[in-house]
């Protein structure tokens, strides 16, 4: 992948990393946070800063509809801990919203960088982060098409000069923000 070294700043969309990791059955649930963790510090190399946002799934947001969607499995909420070894697949534990909370939560406070659950609209909460860094090169690491249009629209709406790259971790793929709002017309954003 490419080096993010010259990166003044990047910001992660913790659900892209959770759902990137794989995760082996009897494992304990720190061994998985540090999966994670280390997933995360390959992905973010060099940057000289990083933020994580994660779905929170204790309230209500605009994703519940996606949420559901997702998760069409149900499974019982198991009472864990760090030192819990986990003998049911990540989409079973994950299908529970408080089990995924809690590991959430948990994998946030391992993060060795600044790491948040939102209660709120994520993507917002997500291309904010992005938009409102004092770096001018700022890196989003997402699988979320959403996030673009996000990105789009509130780096117009905000005249926002900074350049922003998006790295899409599933395909490889990396888009420079600015020059998809140049080759736009104005009215389509």
Known sequence: GKDL???GHVVVDGGCLLHRVSWRKGETINNLAE????????LTRGALSTI?????????STKDACHQKRNLITSPELQVTCDTKLNVNKNMFLANKNNKQWFVEY??????????VSEGDTDVEIVQAAINQQSNDVVLIRDDTDLLIL???????????Q????????????VDVGKV?????????
């Open 5 to 7: 070294m010259n990166s």
């Open 35 to 42: 999966g994670h963790v280390l997933h995360e510090a390959n």
């Open 52 to 60: 994580t946002i994660f779905d929170g799934y204790t309230s209500s």
């Open 107 to 116: 994998l946030a406070s391992k993060l060795p960088h600044p790491a948040l």
């Open 151 to 161: 990105l789009l629209h509130w780096m117009r709406v905000k005249s926002c000069q």
């Open 163 to 174: 350049h922003i790259t998006m790295f899409r971790p599933s395909s490889g793929t990396w």
């Open 181 to 189: 709002i140049e080759r736009w017309p104005p009215y389509i954003l």
